[in-house]
């Protein structure tokens, strides 16, 4: 299924930043970036691009998705197997939790975090202690639908990227 749009207005953004994950967050842009040796959380004015506000990753870490629920901001990391909350306004670094399997996308149904490994799985998750509670698998007429990234929770359905291409799914 197609969907038509219109472009309404373009925005400047720090083409140097590897975006893996963007939130709307009280009138300002909250991102997520990855790549080695340069992953941050930041807060960018949406109408000029500025960073107001950044923490770093250490340099060993690859961020990926992020999410805000209840004041928290959650951080996945590709490869490095942690998950990390921060502070929403602040950015403050307050918790590190341990993540069994890679992360790729993350976002939150209201009570329980879901997340991504680009497998056919979806993982949720306590967001207060991040042990995991269910994972389900996601299939089409094909069978298992693998390389699901990026995570957008929407009136009941998560709406994800599939890696590499051009599609997005919709998961009920």
């Known amino acids: 299924v197609s ?3 219109r ?7 720090d083409s140097a930043a590897f975006t893996q994950g963007l939130v709307w967050y009280n009138e300002q842009l909250m ?31 690859f961020g990926e998705g992020i999410t805000i629920l209840n004041g928290k901001l959650y951080q996945l990391t590709w490869q490095n197997k942690k998950a ?4 929403a306004k602040t950015l403050k670094l307050l918790q590190e ?6 992360g790729w996308g993350i ?9 991504s490994d680009g497998s056919s799985n979806l993982y ?10 269910r994972r389900i698998g996601v299939y089409d007429h094909l069978g298992p639908k693998g390389n699901i990234n990026e995570l957008e929770y929407i009136n009941g359905y998560v709406y994800a990227n599939v890696w590499q ?4 799914i919709k998961i009920d």
């Open 3 to 5: 969907i038509n749009y």
């Open 7 to 13: 472009l309404l207005k373009e925005y400047p953004h």
């Open 31 to 61: 991102e997520g970036t990855g790549q080695f040796e340069e992953s941050n959380i930041r807060r960018v004015e949406l109408a000029t691009g500025k960073v107001l506000q950044q923490t770093n990753n250490t340099k060993d870490i």
């Open 84 to 87: 990390f909350v921060y502070d």
């Open 97 to 102: 939790f341990p993540l069994n399997t890679e």
């Open 107 to 115: 976002t939150h149904n209201g009570t329980e975090l879901i997340v």
């Open 124 to 133: 949720f998750f306590d967001p207060v202690t991040f042990k995991e509670l």
């Open 165 to 168: 291409t051009d599609y997005i």
